[in-house]
């Protein structure tokens, strides 16, 4: 059965400081990997995915197959990226996602 | 708003009751979703259906069921309540099975 774990409910950093959130994932097919994020009152919605390889809002993840993780990054952090953020894999063409219990981001002034 | 629209927001009922939550895709979106997010199990999937026909079926228990309608809104009906049943219960909407997950605002479920 798949699975994401993201080992911390709470990452809390400055403004301007890098962050990195982690997700590690198990399954034993070909998975599509996801990152969304959900700001305060706001809808749950897509930050990103492995298969576009694009850089949204300053975010970065790449897939590591061999430590199975996709780990999110962002240099610099700011303020308005505090929200809460799952991440998610995908049974290839399939798009029942399996997430992860969410980690909250908290940038401090 | 042309997203995915849930209602009710909030409902509060008592156990053994049955509620109905609806969902309402994004225009042109064929596919809708089922999660439930409580506090200690994260967002579980429960169950997908594809242009209204049952696609995926996840940690759905026997007293819930739902269903899409040939106008593709979709219900979740959760019968037999228990308090473990209070949640925060999303649909999602795609246009494709694989594709992008857009969200609704949730309709909140306490059982008392």
């Known amino acids: 059965a798949q699975r994401v774990t993201q080992p911390e409910k709470l990452l809390s950093v400055f403004k301007g400081a890098p962050v990195e959130l982690k997700c590690n994932y198990s399954y034993s097919g070909s998975p599509e990997l996801f990152w969304y994020v959900q700001y305060s009152r706001q809808r749950l919605q897509l930050l990103l995915r492995?298969?576009s390889r694009e850089s949204i809002k300053g975010f970065t993840a790449d897939l590591n197959k061999g430590e199975t993780s996709f780990h999110l990054k962002k240099p610099f952090a700011q303020e308005e990226d505090s929200a809460m953020y799952y991440c998610a894999l995908s049974e290839g063409s399939n798009i029942r996602l399996t997430f992860g219990k969410g980690t909250l981001l908290t940038v401090n002034p | 708003d042309s997203g995915v629209t849930q209602t009710p927001k909030h409902l509060i009922t008592a156990t053994g009751q049955r509620v109905t939550l609806r969902c309402s895709p994004r225009s042109g979106d064929l596919s809708v979703y089922w999660y439930q997010q409580s506090l200690d199990q994260g967002l579980q999937f429960l169950i997908q259906?594809?242009?209204?026909?049952?696609?995926a079926k996840g940690n759905i228990l026997e007293r819930f069921s739902a269903q899409q309608f040939p106008d593709l809104h979709s219900e979740l009906n959760l019968s037999s309540l228990e308090l473990g049943d209070s949640a925060l219960y999303f649909c999602?909407?795609?246009?494709?099975?694989?594709?992008?997950?857009?969200f609704g605002e949730g309709s909140r479920l306490t059982v008392l």
């Open positions: 259906y594809y242009n209204g026909e049952e696609r």
């Open positions: 999602a909407s795609s246009v494709r099975p694989a594709g992008e997950l857009f």
């Open positions: 492995h298969i």
